[in-house]
């Protein structure tokens, strides 16, 4: 068992991993741990896609490059920038090879769905750490557009991907970046 | 300690609390750990006001009521128009009547900023609650638009607030509100 705040501590984000699969019956038990989260006017408003298919995995990461760098050319001005020689190097998978992706995706239109799934997916992480698995949300891996690739994966016209998380056993785990002292603008008492 | 899954299962939100205050260097601590939590790119765009006076966070209240019903008066078809009602009763507090109100904020333009500030309070949620203190998400209390109110409680004009959350010793803890099964819309292996 693993104590609080020991897993504040633990938790970070893992970009190397082992060969080893994750087992479909851990993924399925990090997600119904996960939908214990908070969310607004408790709606609920997740769902998921599980990929546990190295190959599918290494398709959506190719077509989230192809757009990210197609959105590049169009608007060179993107927070993308900074990871352009990254999304040119043929070999960079956005998804690390992890053996496992995890979509947190929901409907196009509710104006908290960010936050809900953004909610629900700090639970994911540390559900998965107590599994002795690692995660990491991959923010480059969200611009898949081939609705070809959309249908295969089992995604609906009226939801967009908010969270690609990848799970699997994590290698190595890197130390805690850096952190910046609190900004504490005001304490009004 | 409280112990995992324990703590996902304890974090609920409290809207009953008692009327004792929270120890200033309680609520840096809370802030501290969850300092912690992953941001897109590091960015660690997050600030905070602390409000510890409950006239103060009445008036925040009343400001947000009154924006609340300005915006449902000119978007009838607002996602606020449930609320209407409680948002027309002088006697409620969008706040609870807590004892405590941290503004979790940062920049106006950052396209990460909600994800970034959600994974924060979620982080800020479990370490609250691992000191016996109950929190809530207020999604009816980021309407403060007077600028001299804006002004007192320390707000750059560039900043907006992401996710107010209120702090107290819970009076009384609520079941887990009811769960739809996990929606997972496909499994490719």
Do not use: H
Not at 118 to 131: I, N, Q, R, T, V
């Amino acid at each position: 068992m693993i104590e609080f705040p020991e897993l504040l501590i633990k938790r970070r984000s893992i970009r190397d991993y082992e060969g080893k699969a994750v087992p479909l019956e851990i993924i399925r038990k990090i997600i119904n741990e996960s939908c214990l989260a908070p969310s607004s006017g408790n709606g609920q408003p997740w769902k998921f896609i599980i990929i546990n298919n190295r190959n599918i995995i290494k398709r959506l990461s190719d077509e989230s490059k192809k757009n990210l760098l197609a959105d590049l050319e169009n608007n060179p001005d993107s927070e993308a920038k900074k990871y352009e020689e990254t999304l040119r190097d043929p070999n960079f998978n956005v998804f690390y090879n992890a053996p496992c992706l995890v979509l947190i995706a929901g409907p196009r239109k509710l104006l908290s769905l960010y936050v809900d799934c953004a909610l629900l997916a700090c639970y994911f992480m540390f559900s998965a750490l107590e599994k002795r698995l690692g995660t990491c949300w991959i923010g480059l891996g969200t611009n898949i557009k081939d609705p070809a690739l959309l249908k295969e994966i089992g995604m609906p016209a009226d939801c967009k991907i908010v969270a690609p998380i990848i799970v699997g056993y994590p290698k190595s785990t890197p130390v805690i970046p850096e952190r910046i002292d609190p900004q504490i603008l005001k304490i009004v008492t």
